[in-house]
């Protein structure tokens, strides 16, 4: 292990103070020189303002890993754009975005849709997919995805898609405060 636990626990920190989540530490030892990622995401997105405050906080520490005959490289950064969709926060981010998804084996839902409101208690999101009034909208079970990964678009979502992601009459339940779509 590169970094050692009370490290670990100073990097939570760091990250918890800017309002992000540490998405995971990844550590490579397998040459001369190592490697420690950083991988953080926020409700908001990571700026890269973040990203080089939490490398400056992170990079003292950083110094006291590896020694003279093995240097380290740090990097921070975020998911990415093709980070399969894991927990119930990446799906809250992710509404409003299309997804390619497989399903685990006896399960099935749509092969490409929008996601739709999360109710996190529940498990549960709803999906918009097809394509003009074929349009269908459904709940699919998060534990029933093996695999969601975000699609970049280059074209706005069209309204009526917009339209379906939250039920009817709902209060916005997992919708983003503010947003503006």
């Known amino acids: 292990m590169i970094v050692p636990e009370p490290d670990r626990a100073h990097i939570l920190r760091a ?3 800017r309002g992000l989540d540490l998405e995971d530490i990844r550590e490579d030892a397998g040459s001369s020189a190592w490697r420690v990622t950083i991988v953080v995401d926020g409700d908001s997105g990571v700026s890269l303002d973040d990203l080089a405050e939490l490398s ?3 990079d003292p520490l ?9 240097p380290v490289t740090l990097e921070v950064t975020s998911r990415g754009i093709d980070a399969p969709l894991e927990h119930p926060r990446h799906w809250r981010r992710a509404r409003g975005r299309q997804v390619d998804l497989t399903y685990v084996q006896g ?7 929008r996601v739709g409101d ?4 529940a498990g549960v999101v709803r999906l918009v997919s097809g394509a003009g009034r074929d349009k269908k909208v459904e709940p699919v079970a998060l534990e029933q995805v093996a695999r969601a990964v975000i699609r970049v678009e280059f074209r706005p979502v069209p ?3 917009l339209d379906l992601l939250s039920e009817p009459g709902a209060t916005g339940r997992g919708a983003r405060e503010g947003e503006d779509r």
Request: hydrophobic share 35%; no cysteine.
């Open 15 to 17: 990250v918890s103070d």
């Open 62 to 70: 950083a110094e006291g890993w590896g020694g003279p005959d093995r």
């Open 56 to 58: 400056t906080a992170v």
């Open 118 to 121: 999360l109710d996190e208690a």
């Open 159 to 161: 309204q009526d898609e």
């Open 107 to 113: 399960a099935e839902g749509p092969a490409r849709a």
